[in-house]
């Protein structure tokens, strides 16, 4: 069990350039979620997959967002045309899917600063 | 919707003193109750959760935190405080919505500050 691991740990990048994060989730885990965190404020959630299927787009942030699995293994979230306003911790959590109660294990996170 | 109250941007003890960190949530049915840890360049570890039965949860690290549907309440505790809890504690709620979103909603965080 090597835990969650994201990729890059930082990214700094232009408005309105385009910015992708991936995310290696715990093996054996079929569940895979998106979060984004601001200065002060606790993660919001953005979506999550079970295994390939994306089962809750909803609350991406606006079209913009994006976010795949397209072997439900690794995920990648992008970002189009960024904001200013896009700049936070980008968190990804993974879970074995065993209903509501089972635990979600968070990565690192990508600190997205947006220049 | 669900939302989570946690009472307390920074809460300063004393090494060796209780810690208490107060969490409310709001919810129409029993919720699913979670609290996790955040380190400085670490990502969030979980600390405990409620699902059913017991009201009274143990944790890692010496802390626990107790269910109260009658207050909507789930503060976490720990008898005597260690310099290492020093750290982001955030509070989160799951519930079942039918439509399918099944991600946590978070409390804005307090951060526990150990002075010795």
């Known amino acids: 069990d090597t835990g969650v691991s994201q990729n890059p740990r930082h990214k700094i990048t232009k408005r309105g350039q385009n910015v992708t994060f991936r995310c290696d989730p715990i093996?054996?885990?079929?569940?895979l979620y998106w979060y984004r965190q601001t200065l002060g404020q606790g993660p919001e959630f953005l979506t999550y997959f079970q295994n390939e299927a994306q089962l809750e787009k909803s609350r991406l942030l606006s079209d913009r967002f994006s976010a795949e699995r397209p072997k439900g293994s690794f995920s990648t979230l992008e970002i189009q045309r960024t904001e200013q306003g896009d700049s936070a911790m980008y968190l990804c959590?993974?879970?074995?899917?065993?209903?509501?109660?089972?635990?979600?294990?968070f990565g690192p996170g990508t600190r997205l600063t947006v220049l | 919707a669900q939302s989570v109250t946690q009472l307390g941007s920074h809460v300063s003890v004393s090494e060796g003193a209780l810690v208490l960190l107060r969490c409310n949530y709001s919810?129409?049915?029993?919720?699913?109750l979670f609290w996790y840890v955040q380190y400085p360049n670490q990502g969030l570890q979980l600390l405990l959760k409620?699902?059913?039965?017991?009201?009274l949860v143990k944790g890692i690290n010496g802390f626990e935190a107790e269910f109260k549907k009658s207050e909507t309440s789930f503060h976490l505790t720990k008898p005597s405080a260690h310099m290492s809890d020093a750290a982001e504690y955030f509070c989160?709620?799951?519930?079942?919505?039918?439509?399918?979103?099944?991600?946590?909603?978070f409390g804005k965080g307090t951060h526990l500050i150990i002075q010795p």
């Open positions: 959590a993974s879970s074995l899917g065993l209903g509501l109660t089972d635990t979600q294990y």
């Open positions: 989160a709620v799951r519930m079942y919505s039918g439509g399918g979103a099944d991600g946590l909603t």
């Open positions: 919810s129409s049915v029993p919720p699913y």
């Open positions: 093996s054996e885990h079929n569940r």
């Open positions: 409620y699902t059913t039965g017991a009201t």
